[in-house]
């Protein structure tokens, strides 16, 4: 029997984004590392910076027939956003005013920044859009897309409470790395509260070009709220569910 063909390293990083090395241990980076490093890291600190356009995301909403409302964390700047992760958490009362004035959907959307702005331009609208229209044909109610400036994760309970919204759907951009700046994440909490711990949300990361497809994260999202809806659950109590059953539902 022939030994297997070696492979090379070409080859072994077409298979992953990581940062690779194949020289030995000890050794100084080429420069071609080095400078690639600097850029990897000067692009991840653009994107936790970068503020959200939202006369730009308006537009592309209105271009595929979504309406929008634009709210604020009680964070008051970007430099406040970072430093305080509290204040990316808190919904301030004008704004829950506002947004108690829309009719109450099954499902509230929202769009916030995160901690890259960069990941919701590339991939946010698309991913609203795919998930809306899903939500649509499946029979439920949606929020206008809320667009949230200097957001957390846990703002999504704030709007859903201010909606009156059965179930939250909270994408913004995520942590960047020194692979990727753009990737988008996806938190879906059923009856949100006040103070809803981790454990009850359930996420898709990843969405990016090189990684989830929009496509293929609107449709996990589609069955995680149906099944969200069914049981009344989310989180690590619906992962135990799913877990027993076996397999996630496909439509309502």
């Given at each position: 029997m022939s030994d297997p063909k070696p492979i090379s390293r070409a080859e072994i990083g077409a298979l992953t984004q990581a940062r690779l090395s194949f020289s030995g241990r000890g050794r100084a980076l080429t420069t071609g590392q080095a400078l690639g490093f600097a850029l990897d890291h000067a692009q991840a600190r653009a994107a936790?910076?970068?503020?959200?356009?939202?006369?730009?995301?308006?537009?592309?909403?209105?271009?595929?027939?979504?309406?929008?409302?634009?709210?604020?964390?009680?964070?008051?700047?970007?430099?406040?956003?970072?430093?305080?992760?509290?204040?990316?958490?808190?919904?301030?009362?004008?704004?829950?005013?506002?947004?108690?004035?829309?009719?109450?959907?099954?499902?509230?959307?929202?769009?916030?920044?995160?901690?890259?702005?960069?990941?919701?331009?590339?991939?946010?609208?698309?991913?609203?859009?795919?998930?809306?229209?899903?939500?649509?044909?499946?029979?439920?109610?949606?929020?206008?897309?809320?667009?949230?400036?200097?957001?957390?994760?846990?703002?999504?309970?704030?709007?859903?409470?201010?909606?009156?919204?059965?179930?939250?759907?909270?994408?913004?951009?995520?942590?960047?790395?020194?692979?990727?700046?753009?990737?988008l994440g996806v938190y879906l909490t059923h009856a949100p509260m006040a103070e809803t711990p981790d454990s009850a949300r359930n996420c898709i990361s990843n969405i990016r070009e090189a990684g989830t497809s929009v496509e293929a994260a609107a449709d996990q999202a589609l069955r995680l709220i149906v099944a969200m809806q069914r049981s009344g659950q989310s989180g690590v109590a619906l992962n135990q569910m799913l877990a027993r059953d076996g397999v996630l539902p496909t439509g309502p």
């Open positions: 936790v910076l970068a503020e959200l356009d939202t006369a730009q995301l308006a537009v592309t909403l209105e271009r595929v027939g979504l309406t929008h409302r634009v709210v604020a964390s009680a964070a008051p700047s970007r430099d406040d956003f970072i430093r305080r992760p509290d204040l990316g958490r808190a919904l301030p009362d004008r704004h829950a005013a506002a947004l108690a004035e829309e009719a109450a959907p099954d499902v509230a959307l929202v769009l916030g920044d995160g901690l890259s702005a960069t990941a919701v331009h590339l991939n946010g609208p698309a991913f609203m859009s795919d998930l809306s229209r899903r939500l649509s044909d499946a029979g439920m109610t949606v929020s206008p897309i809320i667009l949230a400036h200097q957001a957390r994760v846990a703002l999504g309970d704030k709007v859903a409470l201010a909606l009156r919204a059965k179930t939250v759907v909270m994408a913004l951009g995520e942590r960047p790395g020194l692979s990727a700046a753009d990737s």
